[in-house]
């Protein structure tokens, strides 16, 4: 085969990188236009607007704040101002009544929201049931912490009154009195024991023979009077069913020296505890028992609080101090307490129980 000479050698070459060439740019031009392309076209366009709007926004921002610090305050009041928070064992009874009756009608708006059934209809269209659902639980979650808060707060109220103020507070909203005690059965599932349980264990003996006669001062639900098996006067401020007699523990209906046990089970609340130590010395018989079972911290010194009571005619006969978070006192009854003697009778009193501020 003959040699080809260099000019026909440099005409092919040139031919095939234009060859090459137009391919390239054909390839190309396919690239632009194929759908893939088009799409990371718009996201990079889309990437930069965002980016430039962000950066004019963050600018303004800058700017404004700038503006802000170096404005000086045109308002004559100083930056901080101390506020003086009231006590709340100087409020008087009237304006106790006037918060807890505020307070109430703007937690009851909350409960009826909370409490009313939510209709969730599916593709179906039939109700479901709403326990089941996420609403529901979120609910039931509200409801409590609006028990939880109303119990705290009206609790506090009634350790900073006397029972004359907590008396007109139940009879002007009696529904109060019963989302006090939901409360209430809220609080008590969270003991460790039931104070009443243990009240009822010790006097249960005593009860089977069916002359013992009990007298339950802030019975509330009345729940000592089904489980003793004798006659039981169960007093408090509202009736929660027919068992309940409707009284100021300061002053029952009871006859003098007619009872033979006297129980304050966490019903010690008040500015007149005195008051009620002095009810329970007049209905008590002779040598009559008298059972406290309070809260451990209500008391700042438990010594000075047994002395207090051994002068209103009382002799302590036991003290039992074993359980978690709860005292019980028995007393027994001595002598009565003369109207003479009432002058020479200090002030008695146990702690309020206040709660932390959530």
């Known amino acids: 085969m003959g040699k080809l000479k260099p000019s026909i050698l440099t005409g092919l070459f040139s031919h095939l990188s234009m060859n090459k060439k137009k391919e390239k740019s054909e390839y190309e031009d396919l690239r632009q236009i194929s759908p893939k392309s088009k799409v990371a076209q718009k996201r990079k366009s889309k990437k930069s607007a965002i980016s430039t709007l962000s950066s004019k926004l963050s600018i303004k921002a800058l700017k404004d704040k700038n503006e802000i610090l170096l404005t000086p305050s045109t308002s004559n009041t100083p930056a901080k101002t101390k506020v003086k928070k009231k006590s709340t064992l100087k409020l008087g009874v009237k304006q106790i009544l006037d918060?807890?009756?505020?307070?109430?009608?703007?937690?009851?708006?909350?409960?009826?929201?909370?409490?009313?059934?939510?209709?969730?209809?599916?593709?179906?269209?039939?109700?479901?049931?709403?326990?089941?659902?996420?609403a529901s639980s979120l609910r039931e979650r509200m409801m409590k912490r609006l028990k939880a808060a109303k119990f705290r707060y009206m609790n506090e109220q009634l350790y900073v009154m006397e029972s004359k103020g907590a008396e007109q507070m139940f009879s002007e909203d009696p529904?109060?009195?019963?989302?006090?005690h939901d409360g209430f059965r809220q609080q008590l599932a969270q003991w460790p024991?039931?104070?009443?349980?243990?009240?009822?264990?010790?006097?249960?003996?005593?009860?089977?023979?069916?002359?013992?006669?009990?007298?339950?001062?802030?019975?509330?639900?009345?729940?000592?009077?089904?489980?003793?098996?004798?006659?039981v006067h169960?007093?408090?401020?509202?009736?929660?069913?027919?068992?309940?007699?409707?009284?100021?523990?300061?002053?029952?209906?009871?006859?003098?020296?007619?009872?033979?046990?006297?129980?304050?089970?966490?019903?010690?609340?008040?500015t007149n505890i005195l008051d009620?130590?002095?009810?329970?010395?007049?209905?008590?018989?002779?040598?009559?028992?008298?059972?406290?079972?309070?809260?451990?911290?209500?008391?700042?010194?438990?010594?000075?609080?047994?002395?207090?009571?051994?002068?209103?005619?009382?002799?302590?006969?036991?003290q039992?101090?074993?359980?978690?978070?709860?005292?019980?006192?028995?007393?027994?009854?001595?002598?009565?307490?003369?109207?003479?003697?009432?002058?020479?009778?200090?002030e008695l009193s146990l702690k309020p129980c206040l709660y932390k501020k959530r």
Do not use: W
């Open 99 to 134: 918060n807890t009756k505020n307070m109430m009608t703007s937690t009851n708006k909350y409960s009826e929201i909370a409490e009313s059934p939510v209709q969730l209809s599916g593709p179906s269209g039939k109700r479901e049931k709403y326990k089941n659902s996420k």
């Open 175 to 180: 529904k109060a009195f019963e989302t006090y």
């Open 193 to 231: 024991v039931n104070p009443l349980d243990i009240v009822i264990k010790s006097l249960k003996k005593r009860a089977k023979s069916g002359n013992l006669v009990v007298a339950d001062f802030g019975c509330g639900e009345a729940q000592l009077a089904q489980q003793l098996p004798c006659t």
């Open 234 to 270: 169960s007093l408090d401020l509202v009736a929660l069913n027919q068992r309940v007699t409707v009284c100021d523990m300061a002053h029952t209906p009871l006859a003098d020296s007619s009872v033979d046990v006297v129980v304050f089970c966490l019903s010690l609340m008040g």
């Open 276 to 318: 009620y130590i002095r009810e329970a010395n007049r209905v008590l018989k002779e040598n009559g028992v008298m059972k406290i079972a309070e809260i451990e911290s209500r008391f700042e010194d438990l010594n000075h609080f047994v002395r207090g009571v051994e002068r209103m005619g009382f002799e302590a006969t036991s």
């Open 320 to 346: 039992d101090l074993s359980h978690n978070l709860f005292y019980f006192l028995d007393f027994k009854k001595k002598s009565n307490v003369s109207k003479k003697k009432k002058r020479m009778i200090p």
